[in-house]
Protein backbone atom coordinates (compact mmCIF):
# COMPACT_ATOMS: atom_id res chain seq x y z
CA UNK A 1 0.00 0.00 0.00
CA UNK A 2 1.50 3.23 -0.75
CA UNK A 3 2.49 5.45 1.84
CA UNK A 4 0.80 8.85 0.83
CA UNK A 5 3.15 11.00 3.27
CA UNK A 6 0.54 12.11 5.52
CA UNK A 7 2.22 13.68 8.60
CA UNK A 8 1.98 11.26 12.02
CA UNK A 9 3.98 12.03 14.96
CA UNK A 10 4.78 8.66 14.81
CA UNK A 11 23.78 2.22 9.49
CA UNK A 12 25.73 2.02 6.72
CA UNK A 13 27.64 5.43 6.46
CA UNK A 14 31.05 6.49 5.26
CA UNK A 15 33.07 8.62 7.26
CA UNK A 16 36.98 8.83 5.57
CA UNK A 17 36.34 6.27 3.26
CA UNK A 18 35.83 3.70 5.92
CA UNK A 19 32.44 2.49 7.08
CA UNK A 20 31.43 3.91 10.51
CA UNK A 21 29.34 6.75 12.28
CA UNK A 22 28.77 10.17 11.26
CA UNK A 23 30.86 12.28 12.73
CA UNK A 24 28.92 14.64 14.97
CA UNK A 25 30.28 18.49 14.06
CA UNK A 26 29.58 21.52 15.97
CA UNK A 27 27.77 24.03 13.97
CA UNK A 28 25.45 27.35 14.86
CA UNK A 29 21.72 27.36 14.42
CA UNK A 30 20.43 30.52 13.86
CA UNK A 31 16.50 30.70 13.56
CA UNK A 32 16.19 33.27 10.15
CA UNK A 33 12.55 33.05 10.02
CA UNK A 34 9.85 32.14 12.97
CA UNK A 35 6.35 31.75 13.35
CA UNK A 36 5.83 30.03 10.13
CA UNK A 37 3.15 27.18 9.53
CA UNK A 38 4.18 23.62 8.78
CA UNK A 39 7.58 24.92 6.72
CA UNK A 40 8.54 22.53 4.01
CA UNK A 41 10.67 22.35 1.29
CA UNK A 42 13.49 25.61 0.89
CA UNK A 43 14.96 26.80 -2.25
CA UNK A 44 17.78 29.85 -2.51
CA UNK A 45 16.85 32.26 -5.67
CA UNK A 46 19.37 33.66 -7.79
CA UNK A 47 19.15 36.88 -6.03
CA UNK A 48 20.18 35.40 -2.65
CA UNK A 49 16.91 34.87 -1.29
CA UNK A 50 15.64 31.99 0.40
CA UNK A 51 12.18 30.88 0.09
CA UNK A 52 10.10 28.46 1.70
CA UNK A 53 7.00 26.54 1.15
CA UNK A 54 4.23 26.68 4.49
CA UNK A 55 2.17 24.08 4.04
CA UNK A 56 -0.77 25.95 6.00
CA UNK A 57 -2.66 25.50 8.93
CA UNK A 58 -5.57 22.97 7.40
CA UNK A 59 -9.10 25.60 7.86
CA UNK A 60 -12.43 26.00 9.00
CA UNK A 61 -14.32 23.21 6.51
CA UNK A 62 -13.67 19.86 9.01
CA UNK A 63 -15.40 16.51 8.32
CA UNK A 64 -15.38 15.29 11.93
CA UNK A 65 -14.57 16.48 15.39
CA UNK A 66 -11.70 16.33 17.92
CA UNK A 67 -8.38 14.02 16.73
CA UNK A 68 -10.20 12.60 13.96
CA UNK A 69 -11.17 15.84 12.32
CA UNK A 70 -10.58 16.24 8.88
CA UNK A 71 -10.33 20.23 7.65
CA UNK A 72 -9.62 21.79 4.59
CA UNK A 73 -8.62 26.05 4.19
CA UNK A 74 -6.80 28.68 2.44
CA UNK A 75 -3.71 28.85 4.70
CA UNK A 76 -0.67 27.80 2.86
CA UNK A 77 1.83 30.32 1.48
CA UNK A 78 5.47 31.03 0.36
CA UNK A 79 7.61 33.21 2.81
CA UNK A 80 10.73 34.87 1.17
CA UNK A 81 13.59 35.76 3.35
CA UNK A 82 15.57 38.93 1.98
CA UNK A 83 18.00 40.86 3.73
CA UNK A 84 17.12 39.38 7.21
CA UNK A 85 12.87 40.12 6.26
CA UNK A 86 10.70 37.41 5.74
CA UNK A 87 7.71 38.49 3.73
CA UNK A 88 4.38 35.93 2.98
CA UNK A 89 4.99 36.30 -0.85
CA UNK A 90 2.18 33.78 -2.37
CA UNK A 91 -1.05 33.51 0.05
CA UNK A 92 -4.44 31.12 0.00
CA UNK A 93 -3.33 27.79 -1.03
CA UNK A 94 -5.01 24.81 -0.52
CA UNK A 95 -4.12 23.49 2.70
CA UNK A 96 -5.58 19.90 4.97
CA UNK A 97 -4.87 18.78 8.24
CA UNK A 98 -6.27 18.44 12.10
CA UNK A 99 -7.91 21.55 13.60
CA UNK A 100 -5.14 22.20 15.86
CA UNK A 101 -3.23 22.91 12.53
CA UNK A 102 -0.16 20.33 12.90
CA UNK A 103 0.76 17.79 10.90
CA UNK A 104 -0.43 19.72 7.85
CA UNK A 105 -0.30 18.92 4.06
CA UNK A 106 -0.59 21.84 1.28
CA UNK A 107 2.31 23.32 -0.70
CA UNK A 108 5.32 21.10 0.35
CA UNK A 109 7.88 22.13 -1.92
CA UNK A 110 9.38 25.15 -3.73
CA UNK A 111 12.17 26.34 -6.19
CA UNK A 112 12.75 29.85 -8.10
CA UNK A 113 14.02 30.18 -11.44
CA UNK A 114 17.08 32.44 -13.13
CA UNK A 115 13.71 34.92 -13.84
CA UNK A 116 11.99 34.91 -10.82
CA UNK A 117 9.41 32.81 -11.36
CA UNK A 118 8.19 30.78 -7.93
CA UNK A 119 7.56 27.29 -8.51
CA UNK A 120 5.21 25.48 -6.40
CA UNK A 121 4.46 21.48 -5.39
CA UNK A 122 0.54 21.01 -4.26
CA UNK A 123 -0.12 18.00 -2.08
CA UNK A 124 -2.86 15.49 -2.77
CA UNK A 125 -3.80 11.81 -1.81
CA UNK A 126 -5.93 9.34 -3.96
CA UNK A 127 -7.21 10.36 -7.45
CA UNK A 128 -10.80 11.18 -5.87
CA UNK A 129 -11.68 15.12 -6.37
CA UNK A 130 -12.06 16.82 -3.21
CA UNK A 131 -15.90 17.64 -1.56
CA UNK A 132 -17.72 20.10 -3.47
CA UNK A 133 -17.69 22.26 -0.65
CA UNK A 134 -14.89 23.33 -0.62
CA UNK A 135 -14.07 26.37 -3.17
CA UNK A 136 -13.62 25.45 -6.62
CA UNK A 137 -10.46 27.41 -6.90
CA UNK A 138 -9.05 25.20 -3.75
CA UNK A 139 -9.93 22.14 -5.75
CA UNK A 140 -7.89 23.04 -8.74
CA UNK A 141 -5.06 23.11 -6.84
CA UNK A 142 -5.10 20.01 -5.27
CA UNK A 143 -2.11 17.69 -7.15
CA UNK A 144 -1.04 20.85 -9.00
CA UNK A 145 2.41 22.71 -9.85
CA UNK A 146 1.25 26.31 -9.28
CA UNK A 147 3.71 29.30 -10.31
CA UNK A 148 4.05 32.60 -9.36
CA UNK A 149 5.32 34.78 -12.29
CA UNK A 150 8.13 38.17 -12.41
CA UNK A 151 4.46 40.22 -12.40
CA UNK A 152 3.01 38.41 -8.73
CA UNK A 153 0.52 36.46 -10.93
CA UNK A 154 -0.59 33.13 -9.25
CA UNK A 155 -1.63 30.53 -11.74
CA UNK A 156 -1.99 26.83 -12.32
CA UNK A 157 1.01 25.35 -14.38
CA UNK A 158 -0.16 21.59 -14.82
CA UNK A 159 -1.91 18.53 -13.12
CA UNK A 160 0.88 16.56 -12.12
CA UNK A 161 -1.65 14.23 -9.96
CA UNK A 162 -3.36 13.76 -13.08
CA UNK A 163 -0.20 11.24 -14.39
CA UNK A 164 -0.43 9.13 -11.83
CA UNK A 165 -3.98 8.98 -11.65
CA UNK A 166 -4.59 8.27 -15.67
CA UNK A 167 -0.99 5.88 -16.07
CA UNK A 168 -0.44 4.82 -12.40
CA UNK A 169 3.11 3.95 -13.82
CA UNK A 170 4.44 1.60 -10.52
CA UNK A 171 1.18 -0.61 -10.96
CA UNK A 172 0.61 -0.15 -7.38
CA UNK A 173 -2.93 1.92 -5.60
CA UNK A 174 -3.29 5.23 -7.62
CA UNK A 175 -2.29 8.02 -5.09
CA UNK A 176 -0.76 11.19 -6.00
CA UNK A 177 1.50 13.50 -3.55
CA UNK A 178 3.33 16.26 -5.49
CA UNK A 179 6.09 17.10 -2.68
CA UNK A 180 9.10 18.90 -4.33
CA UNK A 181 10.14 20.65 -7.25
CA UNK A 182 13.04 21.51 -9.64
CA UNK A 183 12.40 24.29 -11.67
CA UNK A 184 14.67 24.23 -14.66
CA UNK A 185 13.63 27.55 -16.31
CA UNK A 186 12.10 27.60 -20.14
CA UNK A 187 8.89 26.22 -18.56
CA UNK A 188 10.24 23.23 -17.68
CA UNK A 189 10.60 21.53 -14.10
CA UNK A 190 10.77 18.60 -12.48
CA UNK A 191 8.27 17.44 -9.67
CA UNK A 192 8.59 14.68 -6.78
CA UNK A 193 5.35 12.51 -6.49
CA UNK A 194 5.99 10.88 -3.02
CA UNK A 195 2.48 9.01 -3.57
CA UNK A 196 3.02 7.78 -6.92
CA UNK A 197 6.48 6.92 -6.48
CA UNK A 198 7.81 8.60 -9.39
CA UNK A 199 9.36 12.05 -11.13
CA UNK A 200 7.23 13.84 -13.33
CA UNK A 201 8.90 15.76 -15.85
CA UNK A 202 6.98 19.05 -16.84
CA UNK A 203 6.99 20.99 -20.38
CA UNK A 204 4.95 24.13 -20.02
CA UNK A 205 1.55 22.64 -19.52
CA UNK A 206 2.48 18.81 -20.43
CA UNK A 207 3.28 16.00 -18.15
CA UNK A 208 4.55 13.31 -17.86
CA UNK A 209 6.71 10.42 -16.28
CA UNK A 210 10.13 10.81 -15.78
CA UNK A 211 11.03 7.66 -13.81
CA UNK A 212 9.73 5.22 -11.46
CA UNK A 213 11.62 4.22 -8.51
CA UNK A 214 11.80 0.23 -7.82
CA UNK A 215 10.14 -1.31 -4.81
CA UNK A 216 12.04 -2.90 -1.87
CA UNK A 217 10.88 -6.13 -0.51
CA UNK A 218 7.43 -4.80 -1.85
CA UNK A 219 7.81 -1.58 -0.14
CA UNK A 220 8.14 1.76 -1.90
CA UNK A 221 10.73 4.31 -1.76
CA UNK A 222 8.84 7.62 -1.35
CA UNK A 223 10.27 10.39 -2.82
CA UNK A 224 10.79 13.22 -0.85
CA UNK A 225 13.21 15.82 -2.28
CA UNK A 226 15.59 16.44 -5.58
CA UNK A 227 18.52 18.35 -6.14
CA UNK A 228 21.00 18.92 -9.05
CA UNK A 229 23.94 17.55 -9.19
CA UNK A 230 27.33 19.56 -10.26
CA UNK A 231 27.22 16.57 -13.18
CA UNK A 232 23.78 17.62 -14.51
CA UNK A 233 21.79 14.31 -12.99
CA UNK A 234 18.74 14.72 -10.55
CA UNK A 235 19.36 13.40 -7.07
CA UNK A 236 16.38 12.02 -5.30
CA UNK A 237 15.74 10.84 -1.40
CA UNK A 238 13.12 9.22 -0.15
CA UNK A 239 11.53 8.45 3.14
CA UNK A 240 12.36 4.50 2.40
CA UNK A 241 8.66 3.19 3.32
CA UNK A 242 9.44 1.09 6.33
CA UNK A 243 12.61 0.82 5.83
CA UNK A 244 14.16 1.73 9.06
CA UNK A 245 16.63 3.57 11.00
CA UNK A 246 20.04 3.72 8.33
CA UNK A 247 18.17 2.18 5.59
CA UNK A 248 16.83 5.28 3.07
CA UNK A 249 18.21 5.90 0.05
CA UNK A 250 19.43 8.60 -2.46
CA UNK A 251 18.98 7.47 -5.88
CA UNK A 252 20.79 9.53 -9.06
CA UNK A 253 18.73 9.54 -12.23
CA UNK A 254 19.51 10.92 -15.66
CA UNK A 255 17.07 12.90 -17.85
CA UNK A 256 15.91 9.39 -19.56
CA UNK A 257 17.72 6.99 -17.63
CA UNK A 258 16.70 4.51 -14.29
CA UNK A 259 17.51 5.53 -11.23
CA UNK A 260 20.61 3.83 -9.40
CA UNK A 261 21.76 4.16 -5.73
CA UNK A 262 24.02 6.59 -5.23
CA UNK A 263 24.17 6.82 -1.22
CA UNK A 264 23.01 4.83 1.62
CA UNK A 265 22.96 4.77 4.92
CA UNK A 266 20.36 7.91 5.95
CA UNK A 267 17.18 7.70 8.07
CA UNK A 268 13.56 9.41 6.71
CA UNK A 269 15.38 11.41 4.38
CA UNK A 270 12.83 15.02 3.56
CA UNK A 271 15.63 17.34 2.14
CA UNK A 272 18.66 17.45 -0.57
CA UNK A 273 20.82 20.18 -1.70
CA UNK A 274 24.43 20.08 -2.79
CA UNK A 275 26.72 22.87 -1.59
CA UNK A 276 29.62 24.83 -3.72
CA UNK A 277 32.63 22.31 -3.30
CA UNK A 278 30.41 19.49 -4.58
CA UNK A 279 29.12 18.26 -0.92
CA UNK A 280 25.86 16.68 -0.46
CA UNK A 281 23.90 17.42 2.63
CA UNK A 282 20.78 15.11 3.80
CA UNK A 283 18.00 16.60 5.79
CA UNK A 284 16.99 13.62 8.01
CA UNK A 285 13.11 14.02 9.28
CA UNK A 286 14.22 11.66 12.35
CA UNK A 287 17.43 10.04 13.57
CA UNK A 288 16.32 7.30 14.91
CA UNK A 289 13.29 6.18 12.13
CA UNK A 290 9.15 7.34 12.82
CA UNK A 291 8.47 4.47 14.32
CA UNK A 292 10.75 5.48 17.62
CA UNK A 293 8.56 8.72 17.97
CA UNK A 294 12.00 10.36 18.15
CA UNK A 295 11.72 13.74 16.58
CA UNK A 296 15.43 14.39 16.68
CA UNK A 297 16.52 15.04 13.35
CA UNK A 298 19.90 15.92 11.85
CA UNK A 299 21.11 17.20 8.41
CA UNK A 300 23.86 14.69 7.08
CA UNK A 301 27.18 16.58 4.81
CA UNK A 302 28.36 14.38 3.02
CA UNK A 303 31.52 15.68 1.64
CA UNK A 304 33.37 15.03 -2.40
CA UNK A 305 35.96 12.63 -0.82
CA UNK A 306 32.88 10.51 0.82
CA UNK A 307 33.04 11.42 4.24
CA UNK A 308 30.08 12.48 6.29
CA UNK A 309 29.20 14.83 9.23
CA UNK A 310 26.23 15.29 11.00
CA UNK A 311 24.94 18.59 11.73
CA UNK A 312 22.26 19.76 13.45
CA UNK A 313 22.40 17.12 16.38
CA UNK A 314 19.88 18.41 19.43
CA UNK A 315 18.72 21.21 17.62
CA UNK A 316 16.59 20.23 14.45
CA UNK A 317 13.29 18.53 15.40
CA UNK A 318 11.63 16.71 12.54
CA UNK A 319 14.19 19.05 9.89
CA UNK A 320 12.32 19.05 6.22
CA UNK A 321 14.11 20.63 2.82
CA UNK A 322 17.64 21.76 2.09
CA UNK A 323 19.57 24.94 0.52
CA UNK A 324 22.75 26.07 0.49
CA UNK A 325 23.40 29.74 -0.19
CA UNK A 326 27.39 30.38 -2.09
CA UNK A 327 29.13 30.94 1.06
CA UNK A 328 27.95 27.57 1.91
CA UNK A 329 25.15 28.06 4.97
CA UNK A 330 22.52 25.74 4.39
CA UNK A 331 18.94 26.76 5.35
CA UNK A 332 16.72 24.15 6.37
CA UNK A 333 12.63 24.35 7.77
CA UNK A 334 12.58 23.17 11.54
CA UNK A 335 9.58 21.76 13.54
CA UNK A 336 8.58 21.29 10.51
CA UNK A 337 5.26 19.96 11.56
CA UNK A 338 4.06 22.62 13.34
CA UNK A 339 1.75 25.67 12.62
CA UNK A 340 3.09 29.36 13.25
CA UNK A 341 1.38 29.87 16.66
CA UNK A 342 3.23 28.00 19.63
CA UNK A 343 1.61 24.94 20.89
CA UNK A 344 -0.12 25.17 23.96
CA UNK A 345 0.39 22.18 25.72
CA UNK A 346 2.30 18.49 24.78
CA UNK A 347 5.38 17.69 23.46
CA UNK A 348 6.28 20.24 21.42
CA UNK A 349 5.14 23.39 24.08
CA UNK A 350 5.99 26.53 23.12
CA UNK A 351 7.41 25.25 20.14
CA UNK A 352 6.43 26.61 16.66
CA UNK A 353 7.41 26.19 12.76
CA UNK A 354 10.62 27.77 11.68
CA UNK A 355 13.94 28.70 9.13
CA UNK A 356 17.01 28.60 10.31
CA UNK A 357 20.34 28.67 9.06
CA UNK A 358 23.00 26.21 10.01
CA UNK A 359 26.87 27.07 9.51
CA UNK A 360 29.11 24.19 10.22
Known amino acids: MKQRLRWTAAALAVAGGVAGVPVAASAAVTVVADNLNNPRGVTIAPDGSVYVAEAGT ?12 SCIGASGSVTR ?9 VRGLLSAGG ?6 TGADGVS ?47 NVASVECR ?10 NPYAVLALGGGRAIVVDAGANTLVSVKGRRAGTLAVFPLRDGRQFVPTS ?60 ARRGLQS ?30 A ?37
Not at 301 to 322: H, I, N, Q
Request: proline letters at 9%; one cysteine or more.
Open 81 to 89: VRDGVATRV
Open 99 to 104: QDGSFT
Open 112 to 158: VTANGSVYIAMSASDCKPLPRAVPAPLRLQAGRLMMLGPRDMLRRVT
Open 324 to 360: VDASGALYVSNYSVLPGRPAPAGPFRGKRGQLVRVTP
Open 226 to 285: IALGPDGAYYVGGLDEGAGAGRARVFRVRHGGRPTVYRTGFTNITGLAFGPDGSLYVTQL
Open 167 to 176: TNPDGQDRNS
Open 58 to 69: AGPRCDGAGQDA
Open 293 to 322: NQPGGSVVRVAPDGSRTELGVGELFFPAGA
